[in-house]
């Protein structure tokens, strides 16, 4: 039995909101070492929001900063830093009525300032599709109102006096962003220059597309309304139902570099998930070479998708044209978007593939 059914919604939301004011030394950025090759060759580090479906070995990487959310409801705000899973442990009416906001510059300023702006030469920031949160403004505050003290504390050690801020728009959310993240750590590991993998890593939306399969249409189509983007139009109308109909079909939401729409809807979610499985399935299978990523994100078991006959054709056809394949949980925060029980999946593939 969970906590959250021995006691009452009142003290749920008061522990809640306490753990969530509650900061851990731990969590802060670390201050290392200065290595003296940093001269010749700028160490880079991605900056990604917490609703990027990041796997815990990514999230392991040194290059790797989640910068956190602010989660709203009435009368009280969590800071979603990734990492915690009290997100993961609400119910899906706990979820209900949460609203995921840029975070405020005094939370980034606890956790990642100083020490940060002496770790890294290059901050590459690649955000989410702006509809849903965009945390640019409050990094580049932060940058901004230390900049003298960024200064002085890199010339102190021999560094470049200049932190780069790089902006990169992902275009995409959820697997997409951590896919995204995914390809722009291996190219930094690899060796390619910061402001040269900042630009592929813009170029990727071009050939990124992305699935989302809500488990629970209604919830995500009150989550969009609350956003109030009228770029959302297309996903709204596909998660809400025709007056007077019964039974809500599940919509296949979709998209790509012209934006969000929906093309299918489904008697119900392993449907429209399998929908969503044979349409990559087709797209690989009529790839002309290797190259392509995709990520598949889930809030829920791994090991039950892993057995659906429909995953072990998707997973076969990755392998025979040699495309990236990987699986992982969604985001805590993302359930908020998405819904409980949800499914995201990007997918890359190189120019003219």
């Known amino acids: 039995m969970s906590v959250e059914t021995r006691q009452s919604p009142e003290k749920n939301e008061y522990l809640l909101g306490y753990a969530s004011t509650q900061q851990q030394r731990d969590q802060r950025e670390s201050m290392l070492p200065v290595d003296p090759s940093r001269a010749t060759q700028p160490y880079a580090i991605v900056l990604v929001d917490a609703s990027a479906d990041a796997s815990s070995s990514m999230q392991a990487n040194p290059r790797l900063r989640l ?4 989660v709203r409801w009435p009368g009280r705000t969590m800071l979603e830093k990734g990492s915690s899973s009290r997100l993961r442990r609400l119910s899906r009416e706990r979820l209900r009525g949460a609203v995921i906001e840029a975070p405020a510059v005094d939370s980034l300023e606890y956790r990642l300032y100083p020490p940060l702006a002496i770790n890294a030469d290059w901050l590459i920031h690649l955000g989410t599709r702006r509809e849903f949160v965009d945390t640019a403004p409050p990094l580049q505050r932060l940058v901004a109102e230390h900049a003298d003290e960024i200064r002085d504390m890199r010339l102190q050690r021999a560094l470049d006096p200049q932190l780069h801020l790089q902006l990169v728009d992902s275009g995409t959310l959820l697997a997409g962003t951590a896919l995204h993240a995914r390809m722009l750590l291996r190219m930094l590991e690899a060796g390619i220059a910061p402001a040269e993998a900042a630009r592929r890593a813009q170029a ?7 699935w989302l399969v809500p488990q629970h249409p209604g919830d995500t189509l009150e989550s969009l309304q609350r956003l109030q983007q009228s770029a959302l139009a297309q996903w709204e109308q596909a998660c809400s139902s025709p007056l007077g109909h019964i039974w809500r079909r599940t919509p296949v939401l979709q998209a790509d570099a012209s934006g969000l ?5 489904l008697k119900n979610w392993r449907a429209a998930v399998t929908h969503a499985f044979a349409q990559v399935t087709e797209r690989l299978r009529a790839q002309s070479g290797p190259g392509a990523w995709l990520q598949i994100s889930l809030d829920g078991g791994l090991r039950e998708i892993q057995a659906w006959p429909e995953f072990e054709a998707l997973r076969q056809q990755a392998v025979a044209t040699r495309t990236s394949l990987h699986l992982t949980h969604m985001s805590p925060a ?11 999946m990007a997918l890359y593939q190189p120019p003219g593939a």
Do not use: N, Y
Not at 204 to 210: A, F, G, I
């Open 261 to 265: 729409f929906c093309e299918h809807k």
């Open 334 to 344: 993302g359930r908020i978007w998405a819904s409980a029980g949800s499914l995201s």
């Open 67 to 70: 910068l956190p959310l602010a």
């Open 204 to 210: 990727l939306r071009e050939t990124t597309h992305l």
